[in-house]
């Protein structure tokens, strides 16, 4: 059985995930439109975007090291093309590029379930490292 401080600590990157996710949802707005009272700065967009997506990579490598398991997740990180197309995204973004735009961005948001997948993926960690650490949920959250 994994050490539930090993969880713990693994859903300390998942809550640096959370961050950008719920500053993107602030510069979105909820339901994915920009918000009509904030101007929406796109390239502060892709920067949050970015961030959120390499954090939320370190999360799947942390899921696999430390070996859990939830028939959700493990459905959605069965998919190993999504799973590496958002590795490569991670490492473009965190290691120098010289394009602008690296091709691996452009792979990542051409693959036309990502968005989806990213969204499910999210959700179903959130739910599974909170029962693994033992946060209860209710029907509006925590």
């Given amino acids: 059985m994994i050490e539930k401080t090993k969880i713990i600590t693994l859903h300390k990157y998942f809550n640096r995930a959370q961050f950008a996710h719920a500053n993107l949802l602030q510069m979105f707005g909820k339901l994915g439109e920009p918000s009509l009272d904030k ?28 070996d859990l398991s939830d028939n959700k997740v493990d459905e959605l990180l069965s998919n190993n093309k999504n799973v590496n197309l958002l590795k490569r995204y991670r490492n473009k973004t965190f290691h120098y590029q010289k394009n602008w735009v690296p091709s691996a961005y452009k792979d990542f948001y051409d693959k036309k379930d990502t968005a989806k997948w990213l969204y499910d993926l999210y959700n179903n960690l959130d739910r599974a490292l909170k029962e693994k650490i033992g946060i209860n949920i209710n029907s509006e959250g925590v």
């Avoid at 954090?55 to 430390?66: A, S």
């Fill in 39 to 66: 101007p929406v700065n796109l390239l502060t967009i892709e920067q949050v975007l970015s961030v959120y997506y390499g954090l939320l990579y370190v999360v799947i490598e942390g899921w696999i090291e430390l």
